[in-house]
């Protein structure tokens, strides 16, 4: 059985408590993990704040850390076959997309090392005439990053890229569901040689490790992706050290395909919105909003696809989809597609028995025409459930698409230019893809409106999530001030 240890202050320790996570391809247990609680918490948390203040990490000029992300970088893609084979044994998540995942995230802290020297202040054309003024951008200070199991190589370094480039230290927090990847990824951290204390890596369970991180009075800034109503455990939280909170949440993405659309291309997107990673990714394209005269036959061409799919062991390198992380989560899955079958929708197909072990769910699409208050239709499964809905024209596809909650991602099938535009402008949705779907670059900014959270992650944006601002005023008259009762 494998071990994993908790990284603080630049040594790796066993934690307070050991706990064991299960390969949810078979339901075993295949390695000890180890349980942050308050100590450990606490020691994080300081030596990331002591860290902040060492002229080690403050005195480097922002090149220097950008040298370190590039490191980072080049040791993360060194070893991507080895978090890969990790991250496939804890989450479930298939060989080849995890592989081909965290490679491409070196990408990100190469960008943000190419940010870190150009993260720039600005002089102000100020009002008075014996006066200058400048606005210097500064590091927030101790960022309590918080990640969830799903991509979170990808999660974690669109927060500790962006922070690490604007000059913050950072306790990074992995999920205790399936935690082996940003453990294995600390040693990775240690070889990079930021100083230690910079970057600290622990995992535990909500009310002995989140709860007290994200309360923590030296924290700055809490930089969270999960559930909404974790989120709202987390802004509580944060009333107590007052810190900033920038939130990616869950989605339950329209994905609209209008009848001009290339049908064969807009099924291979859907496939990848809603079936790629089993479903368990917050921009899902779970809501599917196809044009009335074409529902049957895109649902025939989709359902043909979907029941294709090679279903099989995660480390194959052949399989395209493996298990859900957890028995709970299939379970809840289960639960909400039979509701929505009581409440009037039809199975297209999926809902049935696996002959593997573990926590395998198969691809499913319900149709949900006529019942628009289905729970699959609200309610964010994360997994690979498909709900369907169809429209008449334009109009009731918008109103459709944004019936709901959440407002983080959606996707946008059809050949007019014209159409594409008067749409994407009022979906409510901080990502839009046009004509394709789940893809990603450290460029591009993504975050969402309502429950979908609030804030941006990857792009420019992001790293100035991490800076707060210092006014500086200089008078530069020798004279003496005159009146001292008067605000100048």
């Known amino acids: 059985m494998e071990t994993f240890k908790l990284y603080i202050d630049g040594r790796f320790e066993a934690g307070a408590a050991r706990f064991l ?26 030596a990331a704040q002591r860290a902040f203040n060492d002229p080690a990490w403050r005195g480097l000029t922002a090149g220097g850390r950008g040298k370190l992300l590039l490191r980072l970088a080049d040791l993360l893609e060194a070893n991507a076959d080895e978090l890969a084979r990790l991250e496939t044994l804890d989450t479930g998540k298939i060989i080849r997309e995890t592989r081909a995942q965290i490679a491409y995230i070196a990408e990100y802290y190469r960008y943000y090392a ?11 054309a100020i009002d008075k005439p014996d006066m200058e003024s400048w606005i210097r951008r500064e590091p927030v200070g101790v960022v309590a990053a918080i990640v969830p199991w799903n991509s979170q ?65 030296a924290v700055d800034h809490i930089a969270f992706t999960g559930g909404p109503e974790t989120a709202r455990h987390i802004v509580r939280n944060s009333a107590e050290n007052l810190a900033r909170t920038s939130l990616e949440l869950g989605g339950k993405s329209p994905f609209i395909v209008f009848d001009d659309a290339n049908l064969e291309s807009a099924a291979n997107a859907q496939v990848a919105g809603i079936f790629a990673a089993s479903g368990q990714s917050c921009v899902a394209g779970s809501r599917l909003l196809v044009a009335d005269s074409i529902k049957e036959r895109f649902l025939a061409l989709l359902t043909r696809k979907a029941e294709a799919i090679r279903i099989g062991a995660p480390e ?7 298990p859900l992380c957890t028995a709970r989560q299939k379970q809840r899955i289960e639960e909400v597609v039979g509701k929505s079958l009581e409440q009037g929708a039809r199975l297209v197909t999926g809902h049935y028995a696996l002959e593997q072990g573990g926590h395998y769910y198969p691809p499913t699409i319900l149709d949900c025409d006529g019942h628009p208050d289905a729970a699959c239709l609200r309610t964010e499964l994360f997994g690979p459930v498909l709900s369907v809905q169809s429209f008449r024209d334009e109009a009731e596809a918008i109103r459709l698409a944004n019936d709901s909650a959440y407002g983080l991602a959606a996707g946008v ?26 893809a990603i670059s450290p460029m591009a900014p993504f975050g969402g409106y309502g429950e979908s959270g609030s804030g941006r992650e990857g792009g420019i944006s992001a790293a100035l999530e991490y800076t707060t601002t210092r006014t500086v005023w200089l008078r530069t008259s020798d004279e003496p001030i005159d009146d001292p009762f008067v605000m100048r």
């Open 153 to 217: 190589l990808f999660l974690s370094a669109v927060k500790l890229g962006p922070a690490l480039a604007a000059g913050c230290t950072v306790v990074l927090k992995a999920s205790e569901e399936a935690p082996a990847p940003l453990l294995a990824f600390a040693r990775v951290i240690d070889q990079a040689g930021f100083p230690p204390g910079v970057v600290n890596v622990i995992t535990g369970f909500a009310a002995e490790c989140g709860a007290l991180l994200s309360a923590h009075p």
């Open 21 to 46: 996570s299960r390969n949810p391809a078979t339901g075993e247990p295949w390695a000890e993990m180890p349980e942050a609680r308050g100590d450990e918490v606490n020691r994080a948390v300081m």
């Open 316 to 322: 194959d390198p052949e399989t395209q989809f493996g």
């Open 114 to 124: 190419g940010l870190a020297d150009k993260i720039e202040g600005r002089v102000l």
């Open 413 to 438: 099938f059809t050949r007019d230019l014209a159409r594409a535009h008067r749409v994407t402008g009022v979906l409510r949705a901080g990502v839009v893809w046009l004509n394709t779907y789940r």
